[in-house]
């Protein structure tokens, strides 16, 4: 059995962690999709289908953002081989902030907003969200903008966050992105050091 050296080292999260990842991934891009895309469609029964699926995404966000914190509570996150530097180190725990904080005050908002006009909130028709709100003009205005400002807060905030996994890829050529995609060879391409 070869042992690795350090420089040889890369550690990933596990599975588990991997899949959750990209699964979030999927379905918050699917779910911002298709928001921008309901906002674009006249009142009608397309409208109403396309934001039938984007609450049901949100859910599923929400659930599995609450499953994510969960697990990082109880497991952390691996050891980089090499650590980051204090203030990529830094940028790094902020922006993953902001994208937690963001994932759960997305569905939150998007929740209010449609609870507090009226509408019926569920996961693909499966499960409904009970209305703890009741129907408010003043909530469902509020909410509404708030869900409108988190979205172009949280593709701010994924914009950040895969500049920086470009970055880490084809610039420093570290494992940043290797923890997320084994498979990925950050010094395929590179000159041998």
Known sequence: MKSQSASQFVAV???FFRTLHWLMALVIFAALGLGVWATLLPKGEMRSDVLFVHKSLGVAALMLIVIRIVARLVAGSPPYAVPLGRLT?????????????????????????????????????????????????????????????????????????????????????????????????????????
């Open 13 to 15: 999260y596990n599975p």
């Open 89 to 193: 180190r830094a940028g790094s725990h902020a922006v993953h902030v902001l994208l937690y904080a963001l994932m759960i005050a997305m569905p939150v908002s998007g929740y209010l907003t449609s609870s507090a006009g009226g509408h019926d909130v569920s996961f693909f028709g499966l499960i409904s969200l009970p209305n703890v709100v009741g129907e408010s003009k003043a909530i469902d205005a509020g909410a509404s903008q708030a869900h409108f400002v988190f979205a172009w807060a949280i593709g701010a905030a994924l914009f950040l966050h895969l500049a920086a996994v470009v970055w880490h890829a084809r610039v420093k050529r570290d494992e940043v992105l290797t923890r997320m995609w084994p498979r990925f060879q950050p010094y395929a391409s590179a000159k041998p050091r």
